[in-house]
């Protein structure tokens, strides 16, 4: 397991596609296999390895190969650490503009 900023690093590099974003929101709503994936979004064999490979390396994907076909599905534990680091950045955001209200009401009194 590396260390978050590393986990955050391949996340973001696996997702900072549209593409692979969407084979992440379609493994979302279940399991799917290779040529299923390169069928709906017109992939060639080359391009759907270079992208599956990238959202395995970030963790987000299981891959099991079953004779020539292999099975995908989502791994939603590594997204955990991108959603935990927005929420701290919201709850940062979230506090300075309470305090930025207080300061204001403070002006008002």
Do not use: C
């Amino acid at each position: 397991m590396g260390t978050r900023s590393a986990i955050l690093d391949d996340v973001f590099d696996a997702l900072a596609n549209e593409h692979r974003r969407n084979i992440v929101a379609r493994l979302a709503r279940g399991p799917t296999t290779t040529p299923a994936i390169a069928r709906q979004y017109g992939f060639t064999k080359q391009a759907l390895s270079r992208h599956i490979g990238l959202i395995e390396h970030a963790g987000l994907i299981a891959r099991v190969r079953r004779g020539r076909v292999d099975h995908l599905r989502l791994l939603p534990g590594r997204l955990d650490s991108l959603t935990s680091w927005v929420s701290e950045l919201q709850a940062g955001w979230t506090a300075s503009l309470n305090r930025l209200d207080q300061v204001l009401d403070d002006l008002e009194d």
